[in-house]
């Protein structure tokens, strides 16, 4: 390569001087990598061997790890794979590197959730559920004079096996006059019937409704009940004179002297127009808000196991399918055992073992789901007489399955079932799932490289995903992980550190090797977390001003839970995964005191790909608000979903700062000479962008089998503006020159404009002063997604009245920056707001007023208050499972 290389690590030579085991495993060599803010990086990187990228969020270590590794082993095996097929693949691309040698194939799990479905399920995804019908299909107890069922007849997503009444949902949909009247006092021209649409649709409906002579100026419930009816639910769509703004008298005279109307009107009922929109509509924002004004109930031909009666009738150990996947997974074990061990005739005796020690949980199921508490009860016969050929295929299948099912126990996921959909998992769930797949696979000789495995796991659950990465490597893999995670550092084999800090100020490695060798490293900021040398400060604890109190909350595994966080101070909430905390938090926390609050659920930023779901108003959750709910004003939850899906969207328009910039680059005399707007410097408006790119700042080239290649815009070369626009400069910078500054650029370049350089300190303290202001959307990982919320909100004014709740908010953070996280976060505890946050990082958990352990399992064996008060005591609670870990990070 013949030049100077700016960043060289490389595997210490001669290799003859180093032990044995890392003499045999090889490396992965990487030169000249310059990925995104990777500054010409040489590193050499063992095989055979647990390796963990470290360094502070926006560091470079994803892009050396995913965007250089991993993109490279997979355009190097799509090489191998027919042009046709290639252009079906959603493919890395080709990372900007000079070479890689000694590179396997490598295989990626990542904690990207995809296009969240109700259709997928833990048993879909793991593939489990593909066994699990075969089963059924080839060894379940048939009733008398049933016909054999293939393995499609029992999934819910084929033609063949689908309930025909909910078509394989497990819920029906309707809308009623409660869901769609709230308020019942008001009239129809008060709008009275909310799921109506808004504005000018809405205001032609009821223009339409005086048309046909209907009161609409009578409260709703002193109507006669008929009108009501036909209002909201009647089919009929006629089609009639319309005359806006005239009041009831004036439309009746001008039908009568058959006057010229404005247009002819349909009218639509309130229902058609819900379900129509939902089914139909392509805008996400228009089904998400016709959903609110919808119910789901169980459907009432399946139970909500959706399936077809056929196969609903085939039972295994006594139960049905639908059961079967309802129950947790580590109960499943239990059942599949003895047809595994080949003693078929024992799997009566072991449904019969299941069902006495979970009826109760498979019972609260079938209500949950709106079936009867005794339908369906569990029938342990099997087929009598049991042939040696179906013997051999259930325990083949048995076996097979419990293998797999056995795996997830093992990684801390027993507490699941089969039937869980995957919105409802967390993105450390999801990417725990995928690595149980890649276990019962049995490859050897990949490159498994993982994103944060330990995101969402509680400590005491670390130790079995540790072990699991250890079975990988033990046969004969390599394994990379992206991880914040100490004590998965300390397990390592080696550790790859990357900064020294984020973005232009990292992208070198600082250290490559065994963890004990960081030790000898000043520059690197994770050597001080990892030795022990940063403790977590002594504060005194804030004392509530009141409490916030939930009383008989029964949702998930809460079964009638009360629970009580203290107002005006910072609440951590903890537990083993599956315990119950989100559900505590994020669902019955969230949704009690919007309801108190009358408003909607604060769901952050909209997202397309949603699952929108209607109410399910079938009394399976309860719970209510107590205690001091008048210091409550006010609701903000901040999540970790992304700030905008385009590129279009970015850090300087979603803080709103961008449009304190553009009015600023308008006040200019050259922009009012011209008469410029603030309009004109928006890439998104036609007067101020380049047209050939409309915006974007690059063209796509489209190469058929390969991926697409961006390239800058031939004619701005990636400024995004037209020339006329670029012309105009504030203090010699171009609108296009102010986007390309990172934070701590643009907070001395705006030193002197207040209304700018507030979000943008806010920013800085947050830790994002790396990131640059029109850095697209896309490009940011969900824990800076989630601090860019954090510092949008706390530029506001804040009166002390707020409710902030956080899921997870450390989560992708480096420990240097969850520092600075907890301080922002202590800063709005200070101004006497309510935090409350769902943690497992035991160091913001001994930074609290106060801790709320959930446990003392998961699943049916959590939704309990296991401990709960200031942090010693919580540490000092021998009932608690968090206890031991808080303890060894509690200030001495």
């Known amino acids: 390569m013949g030049k100077e290389r700016k960043n060289s690590i490389q595997a210490p030579e001669p290799e003859a001087t180093q032990p044995e085991p890392q003499r045999q495993r090889g490396f992965v060599r990487v030169r000249g990598a310059r990925e995104h803010n990777l500054k010409d990086v040489d590193v050499d990187i063992p095989r055979d061997a647990l390796v963990v990228f470290t360094g502070v969020s926006g560091s470079g270590k994803s892009s050396l790890a995913f965007g250089t590794v991993y993109a490279e082993a997979q355009r190097r095996y799509l090489e191998s794979v027919s042009p046709y097929a290639r252009r079906l693949i959603d493919q890395a691309g080709v990372p900007d590197v000079d070479s890689i040698e000694g590179l396997p194939p490598a295989v990626a799990l990542q904690q990207q959730r995809g296009t969240p479905s109700t259709r997928s399920s833990v048993g879909s995804v793991t593939t489990i559920s593909s066994l699990l019908r075969m089963l059924y299909s080839r060894i379940g107890h048939y009733p008398p004079g ?58 032609n409906l009821r223009d339409i409704l005086v048309t046909l002579g209907y009161d609409v100026d009578t ?14 639910f009647t089919e009929e769509t006629p089609t009639v004179p319309v005359y806006p703004g005239f009041t009831p008298k004036e439309t009746k005279a001008a039908l009568r002297s058959k006057t010229e109307p404005a247009y002819m009107g349909t009218f639509t009922s309130a229902r058609s127009y819900v379900l129509n929109t939902f089914a139909t509509s392509q805008s996400a924002m228009m089904k998400k808000r016709v959903s609110n004004y919808m119910v789901s109930t169980p459907c009432p031909v399946c139970a909500g196991k959706r399936l077809k009666p056929e196969a609903l009738s085939v039972t295994f150990a006594g139960y049905d399918i639908g059961e079967l996947s309802r129950l947790p997974i580590e109960e499943l074990v239990k059942i599949l055992q003895p047809a595994a061990d080949g003693r078929l005739q024992d799997v009566a005796t072991a449904g019969d073992t299941i069902t006495r020690a979970a009826s109760r949980q498979a019972t609260r199921s079938r209500v949950a789901h709106g079936g009867n508490a005794h339908a369906g009860a569990p029938d342990v016969r099997l087929t009598s007489g049991v042939s040696e050929e179906k013997r051999i295929a259930a325990q083949r299948l048995a076996h097979d399955l ?206 397309a790909d949603d699952a929108f779901e209607p109410s399910a108003r079938d009394g399976t959750w309860s719970g209510h608000l107590a205690g001091d709910t008048g210091a409550i004003r006010r609701l903000v939850q901040v999540d970790q979903k992304p700030i905008g899906r385009t590129p279009r969207s970015n850090l300087a328009t979603y803080t709103g700062l961008f449009d304190t910039v553009r009015k600023l680059f308008a006040a200019t005399p050259a922009a009012r000479k011209r008469r410029y707007d603030p309009g004109r410097f928006s890439f998104n408006v036609p007067k101020g962008r380049c047209e050939t790119c409309e915006g974007e700042g690059s063209v796509s080239v489209e190469l058929l089998f390969m991926p697409s ?137 001994a930074q609290s007023d106060w801790v709320i352990d959930m446990g003392p399992g998961a699943g049916v064996q959590g939704g309990r208050i296991v401990a709960a008060g200031v942090p010693a005591d919580v540490a000092a609670s021998r009932a608690s499972r968090t206890a031991p870990y808080l303890k060894r990070v509690l200030p001495s």
């Open 709 to 845: 290649v961006y390239a800058p815009c031939p004619t701005c070369h990636g400024a995004r503006y037209n020339a006329q626009t670029l012309e105009i400069r504030f203090n010699d910078k171009s609108i296009a020159d102010v986007l390309g500054m990172t934070v701590e650029e643009a907070a001395a370049f705006f030193a002197d404009e207040p209304a700018v350089l507030r979000p943008l300190q806010v920013l800085l303290d947050i830790g994002l002063g790396y990131l640059r202001l029109g850095q697209p959307a896309t490009e940011l990982s969900g824990g800076e997604a989630q601090r860019i919320k954090l510092a949008t909100e706390l530029q506001r004014t804040h009166r002390g009245d707020t409710l902030y709740v956080l899921d997870e908010p450390t989560t992708g953070l480096h420990p240097a920056d969850a520092d600075r996280l907890m301080a922002q976060l202590q800063r709005l505890a200070d101004e006497g707001n309510t935090v409350v946050v769902v943690e497992h990082e035991m160091r913001v958990v």
């Open 219 to 232: 409260p709703w419930r002193d109507m006669p009940r008929k009108v009501r009816e036909w209002v909201l």
């Open 402 to 607: 419990l293998a797999r099912v056995q795996t997830l126990e093992q990684l801390g996921l027993g507490y699941l079932s089969l039937d869980r959909t995957t919105p409802t998992l967390s993105p450390g769930e999801l990417q725990r799932l995928r690595l149980a797949t890649q276990l019962g696979s049995h490859l050897f000789g990949v490159i498994y490289v993982l994103d944060e495995p330990s995101a969402g796991l509680h400590p005491a659950d670390g130790e079995a995903l540790l072990q699991a990465l250890k079975r990988l490597k033990a046969s004969g893999n390599s394994v990379y992980i992206v991880e914040h995670d100490l004590s998965l550092m300390r397990e390592a084999d080696w550790l790859v550190d990357v900064g020294p800090e984020a973005g232009e100020r990292g992208g070198r490695v600082l250290y490559s090797g065994p963890p004990e060798g960081l030790a000898r490293v000043e520059e690197s900021q994770t050597r001080r977390h990892l030795f022990d040398e940063v403790a977590a400060p002594h504060r005194d604890l804030r004392r509530a001003r009141g409490w916030l109190k939930l009383r008989g909350v029964t949702r998930n595994n809460l079964q009638g839970l009360d629970a009580e966080f203290p107002v005006g101070c910072l609440t951590a909430v903890t537990g083993v995964s599956g315990s119950g905390k989100s559900t505590l938090v994020t669902r019955a926390l969230l949704e009690l005191v919007a309801q108190h609050l009358g408003s909607d659920l604060p769901d952050g930023e909209e997202d």
């Open 146 to 203: 049933q016909p054999m069922l293939y393995a499609e007849d029992f999934s819910p997503n084929t033609p063949q096996g689908a309930c025909p009444e909910c078509h394989g949902q497990g819920r029906v949909y309707d809308a009623t006059e409660a869901s769609m009247v709230p308020d019942d006092s008001l009239s129809i021209r008060e709008r009275a019937i909310a799921a109506w649409p808004p504005a000018w649709h809405g205001q």
